[in-house]
Antibody
Framework: EVQLVESGGGLVQPGGSLRLSCAAS????????MSWVRQAPGKGLEWVAN????????YNVDSVKGRFTISRDNAKNSLFLQMNSLRAEDTAVYYC????????????WGQGTLVTVSS | DIQMTQSPSTLSASVGDRVTITCRAS??????LAWYQQKPGKAPKLLIY???SLENGVPSRFSGSGSGTEFTLTISSLQPDDFATYYC??????????FGQGTKVEIK
């Protein structure tokens, strides 16, 4: 059974940092692109970042460029999101998701972890 | 960046109704579009991929159509379990993805 379990969320002050983790199991983690998607309270979904199977390609939304870094450790079946210079507008539930290229789609999602940026 | 515009934002309907949600892309995305269903407090669920392909296990009352810049999600006969929020997503390339703002389907 495919499982994605996020952790690392919490309350952080504006300007602070947080590192989210996503533990993957039940599939060959190193074979898939992985993504982070977030959802601010009461708002819609926003794609945050993608990372290729071997970590050689990374992409993210303009609003987090230079502040957030996606990474992965295939030996530990883990996905990460390092978040620096956090702002109030980064407050959201952060989901990790597995992207399947064939057929294409975000087919498996974690339960999400809440990040609250507030003083 | 490619913008995705969904309409309507909210839709009130009754069980048994035929429901249509539209998603427009700011530029052509061929058929690189997915539809997701999300219920409160839950992660999204993939319904449709490549604009018109039904995900395994999704009821056949859901269907998708379109290509280029205009896409549609149709629920042929709304069921109680279908009251939720629906999002389109373009994945034209890995460089940047975009979700629509969502359509909440409410009980009339």
């Amino acid at each position: 059974e495919v499982q994605l379990v996020e952790s690392g969320g919490g309350l952080v002050q504006p300007g602070g940092s947080l590192r989210l983790s996503c533990a993957a199991s039940g599939f060959s983690f190193s074979s898939y692109w992985m993504s982070w998607v977030r959802q601010a309270p009461g708002k819609g979904l926003e794609w945050v970042a993608n990372i290729k199977q071997d970590g050689s390609e990374k992409y993210n939304v303009d609003s987090v460029k230079g502040r957030f870094t996606i990474s992965r450790d295939n030996a530990k079946n883990s996905l990460f999101l390092q978040m620096n210079s956090l702002r109030a507008e980064d407050t959201a539930v952060y989901y990790c998701a597995r992207y399947s290229g064939s057929p294409p789609g975000l087919r498996y999602w974690g339960q999400g972890t809440l990040v609250t940026v507030s003083s | 960046d490619i913008q995705m515009t969904q309409s309507p934002s909210t839709l009130s309907a009754s069980v048994g109704d035929r429901v249509t949600i539209t998603c427009r892309a700011s530029q052509s995305i061929s058929s690189w579009l997915a539809w997701y269903q999300q219920k409160p407090g839950k992660a999204p669920k993939l319904l449709i991929y490549k604009a018109s392909s039904l995900e395994n296990g999704v009821p056949s009352r859901f269907s998708g159509s379109g290509s280029g810049t205009e896409f549609t999600l149709t629920i042929s006969s709304l069921q109680p379990d279908d009251f939720a929020t629906y999002y389109c997503q373009q994945y034209n390339s890995y460089l940047t993805w975009t979700f629509g703002q969502g359509t909440k389907v409410e009980i009339k």
